[in-house]
Each structure stands twice: as structure tokens, then as C-alpha cells.
Antibody, heavy 116, light 106 residues
Framework: QVQLVQSGAEVKKPGASVKVSCRASGYTFTTYGITWVRQAPGQGLEWMAWVSVSSENINYEEKFEGRLTLTTDTSTSTVFLDLRNLRSDDTAMYYC?????????WGQGTLVTVSS | DIQMTQSPSSVSASVGDRVTITCRASQDISNWVAWYQQKPGKAPNLLIFSASSLQTGVPSRFSGSGSGTNFTLTISSLQPEDFATYYCQQANSFPYTFGQGTKLEI
């Protein structure tokens, strides 16, 4: 069965970086893109970025340009989200999801808390 | 960026009711819309893609319609498990923005 398994919760100080992983299984990894979506506490969904695993094309939401990097490791079917220079408003649940236009499988979410 | 405006932001309904949620795009997005259901503490669940295509395994009481800038999600007969928050999302052009959500309450 298709699964996306994310790394565990993180607590970071302002200015630090966080790296969240999303390991896929149950399907051919290079067939689908991976999208990252975050959700601040009590708020809606925010689209962050997408990577085409097969071509390594990446598209970032402009507000994250310069702070956000997606990388892929096809040997382990894993996508990594690296967010730098963390601020308190980066506190959120971070989800990876399979797909480009629509997202049919989601990871369980990784809570990133930014606090001094 | 394309803005997706959902209405209402919240709605109260009862089991058996028919409910419609609307999403308006700030520009023509053809049929590039998906709808998701999210329950507290859970990841979103895909209901509808390409504006009107029902995702596998989703009950047929859910339906989607629309094209261009106006889209609707309809639940024909509310069941207890349908009380949740619903989001639309456009996939016409990056960034693939979400609506602000509609909370469906008893």
C-alpha cells in the first residue's frame, strides 16, 4: 500500500534550520511528484513547494524563495524539505503529499515548533 | 498568484441535509480544482479532482462542479462523519493555492 512516512517532531530556535524527510513506499517513486503543504495551528493549508522526482524540476512558493530547498534521494525514495532562518511564524504542521495537481496520499505530518 | 475564495467560512447543518460549498478563483483556471476534507489532527483527504471527478473510495454523496472561476462542492445527504473542514485548491498555475477553508458544523 502507498505510504508516505515523515520524520518526527522538531523544536528549533529562531534563526535555526530544520530538515524534514518524507519516505515513500508502495509505488514507483519516480512516477509521481511530491508536494509540501504546511498548516499553522488553527489555520488553513498553505502550499509550499513541489518537486518532480523524475526530472528534479522544483517549484517554490515565492515567499519561501531563498529559505527553502527540496532535495530527493531516489535510492531511498525520500524527499527532504530544508527550511532555514526559522521564524516563530514557521511553527506549523508540515505535510508531504503525493502528486502534482492533486494529492491522493499524504504523510502523517511533522510538527515544527520555533520558539526561543 | 491565483486567489481561491471559499464561502461560507463556516456552515451549520444537520444529518441528512444537502450542503453546498463555493470556491471562486481570481482568474480562469479551467477545471483545475481539487477538494479536500480535513478532520482535526489528521492530514487532508482528497475528495474531488479536476473539478468533478470523484476520487476512488469517496462516497457518491460528494460531488463537484464548475469551470472557469466558479466551483462548488456538494454533499447530497450529510452523514455524521462528514462534519469536518473542507478546502478547495487550484492547480492551474504555481503556486497551487488553497482556499481558506469551510468548517462544516452540526
Amino acid at each position: 500500500q502507498v505510504q508516505l512516512v515523515q520524520s518526527g517532531a522538531e523544536v528549533k530556535k529562531p534563526g535555526a534550520s530544520v530538515k524534514v524527510s518524507c519516505r515513500a513506499s508502495g509505488y514507483t517513486f519516480t512516477t509521481y511528484g511530491i508536494t509540501w503543504v504546511r498548516q499553522a495551528p488553527g489555520q488553513g493549508l498553505e502550499w509550499m513547494a513541489w518537486v518532480s522526482v523524475s526530472s528534479e524540476n522544483i517549484n517554490y512558493e515565492e515567499k519561501f524563495e531563498g529559505r527553502l530547498t527540496l532535495t530527493t534521494d531516489t535510492s531511498t525514495s525520500t524527499v527532504f524539505l530544508d527550511l532555514r532562518n526559522l521564524r516563530s511564524d514557521d511553527t506549523a504542521m508540515y505535510y508531504c503529499a503525493r502528486g502534482t495537481a492533486e494529492y491522493d496520499y499524504w504523510g502523517q505530518g511533522t510538527l515544527v515548533t520555533v520558539s526561543s | 498568484d491565483i486567489q481561491m475564495t471559499q464561502s461560507p467560512s463556516s456552515v451549520s447543518a444537520s444529518v441528512g441535509d444537502r450542503v453546498t460549498i463555493t470556491c471562486r478563483a481570481s482568474q480562469d483556471i479551467s477545471n483545475w480544482v481539487a477538494w479536500y476534507q480535513q478532520k482535526p489532527g489528521k492530514a487532508p483527504n482528497l475528495l474531488i479532482f479536476s473539478a468533478s471527478s470523484l476520487q476512488t473510495g469517496v462516497p457518491s454523496r460528494f460531488s463537484g462542479s464548475g469551470s472557469g472561476t466558479n466551483f462548488t462542492l456538494t454533499i447530497s445527504s450529510l452523514q455524521p462523519e462528514d462534519f469536518a473542514t473542507y478546502y478547495c485548491q487550484q492547480a492551474n498555475s504555481f503556486p497551487y493555492t488553497f482556499g481558506q477553508g469551510t468548517k462544516l458544523e452540526i
